[in-house]
């Protein structure tokens, strides 16, 4: 089984649906939001990065992005709402494996 699909994303998960959009964005930016929740590419981007930090456990998200190919930027969107969903935490800070800067590392929860 790959690390990254079957078992891992059967597991549930408080759905998360925050708002990702600030209230001083511009429309473009809450019409996008509303079209990653309502599409359910940001349900599907949370259980990626989920299933990430469960096979690769202690890893920074960039380390994460190198390891499973998930962009570094949609890892650091979704973490903490995957942190808000009860799936992950975070962890100390150390010095990144890839960016040799100090980053924080993510945990799962079960």
Avoid at 2 to 9: E, H, S
Avoid at 67 to 79: F, G, K, N, P
Wanted: glycine fraction near 6%; charged fraction near 20%; hydrophobic fraction near 40%.
């Amino acid at each position: 089984m790959n690390a990254m699909t079957g078992d891992l994303f059967a597991i549930p998960v408080r759905r998360v649906e925050t708002p990702i959009a600030r209230k001083t964005d511009p429309t473009s930016s809450h019409l996008a939001a509303a079209e990653i929740t309502a599409s359910g590419a940001r349900a599907h981007q949370q259980a990626q990065t989920i299933a990430a930090v469960r096979a690769y456990p202690g890893r920074t998200s960039q380390e994460l992005a190198e390891l499973t190919q998930i962009d570094r930027y949609t890892l650091a969107r979704r973490l903490p709402e995957c942190v808000t969903a009860g799936a992950v935490r975070k962890g100390e800070q150390r010095a990144c494996a890839v960016t040799g800067r100090l980053a924080l590392t993510w945990w799962p929860t079960v």
